[in-house]
C-alpha cells in the first residue's frame, strides 16, 4: 500500500469534478490509486469522466448528481457516507462565478453562492470529518480563491463567500492540528477552465498599469494542491498569485487593495470599472 493511500484511504469524494480543477484532481487521485466519489450536477458529463479513469487507472468510480445547493444535501452525503468511507474530500464547487454588481444579480442568485459556497463545505466536513478523526488519518481540501483576500467590484458575494472558504480552513487546520487529519485552504487565481472560459472571462487583457494575467491550467492547481496537502493550512497556487497574494495583503491602504481586485476583476470580464468619487 502507497503512503498516499495509507494516510487518505482508498475512497475520496471530489464535489464538483466534471470538468476543470476538480476533473484535475480526480484524475490524480484515481493515479495514485484511489476509488472515488464524483460529484456535479451534470450527471452525463461524470459518466464520461467514470468511464475515462476507470479505463486508465482501473480504480472503481461512483458518480451522483448533486446539486450542491439543495436543500437535502445533507441526507445525500448522509447515504454516501453510509456506503463508502471517504478518506479525503476535495471541495471544489463554485469556481466559476461571472461579473456583475451586487444589486444587478437576483436575491436568488445570491444566496445560491452563499448555498454553494458556504454551506455546502459546511455539511461536507460535519459528515465526513468524523469518521476522519476516529481512524486518525484523512485529508480535507477546500478550494478558494485570490478574490477571497479582498472584495472588488462585480464579485462583491463571490468574494466574501471564497474568504469563508479559505478561514473555514485555517480553523479546521488548527482543530485538527496532532489528529492525523490534513486540511488544506487552496486558493487559485486566475485558471483556465471550461467554467470560467464560458463565463466570459477575457484572460488576454490586462488592468491598467498591471501585468497582463496568464491563467494557470487546472492540472497545475490540482498539483499543488495534492503537494501542499499536510504542510500548511493554506497555499496559494501559483507565484504570481501567491506574490499578488503578498502584496494585496501587505498594502496599507485598504481603498488601493480594493481597487485593484476591482480593476482587475473588471478587466478578465471586459466590464468598465466604476468611476471614483
Same mark, same amino acid.
Given at each position: 500500500?502507497? &503512503?498516499?493511500?495509507?494516510?487518505?484511504g482508498?475512497?475520496a469524494l471530489?464535489?464538483?469534478?466534471?470538468?476543470?480543477i476538480?476533473?484535475?484532481?480526480?484524475n490524480r487521485?484515481?493515479?495514485?490509486?484511489m476509488?472515488?466519489?464524483?460529484?456535479?450536477? *451534470?450527471?452525463?458529463?461524470?459518466?464520461?469522466? %467514470?468511464a475515462?479513469?476507470?479505463?486508465?487507472?482501473?480504480?472503481?468510480?461512483?458518480?451522483?448528481?448533486v446539486?450542491?445547493?439543495?436543500?437535502?444535501?445533507?441526507?445525500t #452525503?448522509?447515504?454516501?457516507?453510509?456506503?463508502?468511507?471517504?478518506?479525503?474530500?476535495?471541495?471544489?464547487?463554485?469556481?466559476?462565478?461571472?461579473?456583475a454588481?451586487?444589486?444587478?444579480e437576483?436575491?436568488?442568485?445570491?444566496?445560491?453562492?452563499?448555498h454553494?459556497?458556504?454551506?455546502?463545505?459546511?455539511l461536507?466536513?460535519?459528515?465526513?470529518?468524523?469518521?476522519?478523526l476516529?481512524?486518525? *488519518?484523512?485529508g480535507?481540501?477546500?478550494?478558494s480563491?485570490?478574490?477571497?483576500?479582498?472584495? +472588488?467590484?462585480?464579485?462583491?458575494?463571490?468574494? $466574501?463567500?471564497?474568504?469563508?472558504?479559505?478561514?473555514?480552513?485555517?480553523?479546521?487546520?488548527d482543530?485538527? *492540528?496532532?489528529s492525523?487529519?490534513?486540511? #488544506?485552504?487552496?486558493?487559485?487565481? $486566475?485558471?483556465?477552465?471550461?467554467?470560467?472560459?464560458?463565463?466570459?472571462?477575457?484572460?488576454?487583457?490586462? $488592468? &491598467?498599469?498591471?501585468?497582463?494575467?496568464?491563467?494557470m491550467?487546472s492540472?497545475?492547481?490540482?498539483?499543488? +494542491?495534492?503537494?501542499?496537502?499536510? %504542510?500548511?493550512?493554506?497555499?496559494?497556487?501559483? &507565484?504570481?498569485?501567491?506574490?499578488a497574494?503578498?502584496?494585496?495583503r501587505?498594502?496599507?491602504?485598504r481603498?488601493?487593495?480594493?481597487?485593484?481586485?476591482?480593476?482587475a476583476?473588471?478587466?478578465l470580464?471586459?466590464?468598465?470599472?466604476?468611476?471614483?468619487?
Amino acid at each position: 500500500m502507497s &503512503e498516499f493511500i495509507e494516510q487518505y484511504g482508498e475512497w475520496a469524494l471530489v464535489a464538483g469534478a466534471s470538468e476543470g480543477i476538480g476533473k484535475s484532481f480526480a484524475n490524480r487521485l484515481a493515479a495514485r490509486g484511489m476509488n472515488l466519489v464524483l460529484l456535479a450536477r *451534470r450527471v452525463e458529463v461524470l459518466a464520461q469522466v %467514470k468511464a475515462e479513469l476507470e479505463a486508465a487507472h482501473g480504480v472503481e468510480v461512483v458518480v451522483r448528481a448533486v446539486d450542491l445547493t439543495a436543500p437535502d444535501l445533507a441526507d445525500t #452525503l448522509a447515504d454516501i457516507a453510509a456506503q463508502h468511507d471517504i478518506g479525503l474530500l476535495v471541495y471544489n464547487a463554485g469556481a466559476a462565478h461571472g461579473a456583475a454588481t451586487f444589486m444587478s444579480e437576483t436575491t436568488e442568485n445570491l444566496l445560491s453562492l452563499v448555498h454553494l459556497n458556504c454551506t455546502g463545505p459546511i455539511l461536507m466536513v460535519k459528515q465526513f470529518a468524523g469518521p476522519m478523526l476516529a481512524r486518525k *488519518r484523512g485529508g480535507i481540501i477546500l478550494l478558494s480563491s485570490l478574490s477571497a483576500l479582498s472584495g +472588488g467590484a462585480y464579485i462583491a458575494t463571490y468574494a $466574501a463567500t471564497k474568504a469563508f472558504d479559505m478561514i473555514l480552513a485555517e480553523g479546521l487546520w488548527d482543530e485538527m *492540528r496532532g489528529s492525523n487529519v490534513h486540511v #488544506l485552504g487552496l486558493v487559485a487565481g $486566475a485558471t483556465s477552465t471550461p467554467a470560467m472560459l464560458k463565463s466570459g472571462v477575457v484572460f488576454a487583457q490586462g $488592468a &491598467e498599469g498591471q501585468e497582463q494575467i496568464t491563467p494557470m491550467t487546472s492540472d497545475q492547481v490540482a498539483d499543488e +494542491g495534492l503537494a501542499n496537502l499536510g %504542510k500548511k493550512p493554506v497555499h496559494i497556487a501559483g &507565484e504570481k498569485n501567491f506574490a499578488a497574494a503578498v502584496a494585496l495583503r501587505s498594502a496599507a491602504d485598504r481603498v488601493q487593495t480594493i481597487q485593484y481586485m476591482g480593476t482587475a476583476t473588471a478587466s478578465l470580464f471586459g466590464k468598465p470599472y466604476p468611476t471614483k468619487d
